[in-house]
């Protein structure tokens, strides 16, 4: 059974930084296109970002660019997102997300973590 685990959230002040991860368990996806969403409460979850299979090219929305980096490590079947210079509007449940290939698009993605909590205070 595969299983994806996030870990790394918590509170944060504004201005600060985390640091995400997300361990795959119970198959390799060195394959596969790997993720994060967010979703903040009364919104839909979107995008964040994502990173092909060899981690050679990273897509970031345009409200994370320049301040979040995504990458990841084949060996330990695991993708981390560093979030520098956050701020209150990056407060949302992230999840971390396995693909066929890169994409913005939810529904291109099979399997999904539970998420873990980020919270910005100003």
């Known amino acids: 059974q595969v299983e994806l685990a996030e870990s790394g959230g918590g509170l944060v002040q504004a201005g600060g930084f985390l640091s995400l991860s997300c361990a795959v368990s119970g198959r390799t996806f060195s394959n596969n296109a790997m993720a994060w969403f967010r979703q903040a409460p009364g919104k839909e979850r979107e995008f964040v970002a994502a990173?092909?299979?060899?981690?050679?090219?990273?897509y970031y929305a345009d409200s994370v660019k320049g301040r979040f980096t995504i990458s990841r490590e084949n060996a330990k079947n695991t993708v981390y997102l560093q979030m520098d210079s956050l701020i209150p509007e990056d407060t949302a449940v992230y999840y971390c997300?396995?693909?066929?290939?890169?994409?913005?698009?939810?529904?291109?993605?099979?399997?999904w973590g539970q998420g873990t909590q980020v919270a910005v205070s100003t």
């Open positions: 997300a396995v693909g066929v290939q890169l994409s913005t698009a939810r529904g291109r993605y099979n399997y």
């Open positions: 990173i092909n299979w060899s981690g050679t090219i990273p």
